[in-house]
């Protein structure tokens, strides 16, 4: 997998958007990036996934920039409940069957 | 449909006591498993992993271990626990059929070693 860097912790207030940005400047030609969620107690849950461009979904949209040494993604209108863990994984699980996840960035939401 | 079961919830041991947790995948063939571990307030360690019957990677040295018996379980063991063996472990699988597979975890199981 790509070595990841990431904030440690993010704060944010109800109703504003986040965006945490992911660098990973050794990334393959044949990896996904992935973003996992988690909750206190729980184990991660995936939350978005792209390749190149921009991906969204019902919870997140997640920009991806030409060269793709980086990514970003991007929680609209956070509320108190969006408060977790986020991971940024870089791999292909074809080729690498490690899954290591850094320490990830701690998103807090005020109200 | 793919589940994860993982049991139990909360373990309780004395130090020098053996460990054994169980994760069982459901719905799916050949997946990839994993342990992990995650102490308070800190991020997931990668403990094993596991790409078939019988074949273990280790990530880290400790005095745990695991198996794979069969092709959807994955036992995290030990013969003496430690103090610092205290934990939330949690046990997860990924698909082999497609390259950029996502991760599914169990519960989690929280381990107090007193």
């Known amino acids: 997998l790509a070595k990841t860097t990431q904030p440690i912790s993010m704060d944010s207030y109800e109703g504003q958007e986040v965006n945490i940005t992911c660098s990973h400047n050794?990334?393959?030609?044949?990896?996904?990036i992935t973003w996992y969620q988690q909750f206190p107690s729980q184990g991660p849950r995936f939350i978005i996934q792209?390749?190149?461009t921009k991906v969204t979904n019902e919870v997140a949209s997640l920009f991806i920039p030409a060269d793709r040494k980086s990514s970003t993604l991007s929680l609209p209108r956070v509320s108190l409940s969006d408060t977790a863990v986020y991971y940024c994984l870089v791999g292909d699980t074809w080729s690498d069957y490690k899954l290591s996840f850094g320490a990830g960035t701690t998103v807090t939401v005020r109200a | 449909s793919q589940t994860i079961h993982q049991w139990p919830a909360t373990l309780v041991q004395p130090v020098g006591s053996p460990l054994s947790l169980e994760c069982t995948v459901e719905?799916?063939?050949?997946?990839?498993l994993y342990w992990y571990r995650q102490a308070a307030g800190r991020g997931l360690q990668l403990l094993f992993y596991?790409?078939?019957?019988?074949?273990i990677s280790s990530e880290v040295p400790q005095n745990l271990s695991a198996s794979r018996p069969q092709d959807r379980q994955f036992i995290l063991s030990s013969k003496k626990l430690l103090l610092s063996d205290s934990g939330f472990y949690l046990c997860?699988?990924?698909?082999?059929?497609?390259?950029?597979?996502?991760?599914?975890f169990g519960q989690g199981t929280r381990l107090t070693v007193v």
């Open positions: 792209g390749y190149k």
């Open positions: 997860a699988w990924t698909t082999t059929d497609r390259v950029e597979a996502e991760a599914f």
């Open positions: 596991s790409v078939g019957i019988g074949q």
């Open positions: 050794n990334i393959a030609t044949n990896d996904y």
């Open positions: 719905g799916t063939s050949n997946p990839n």
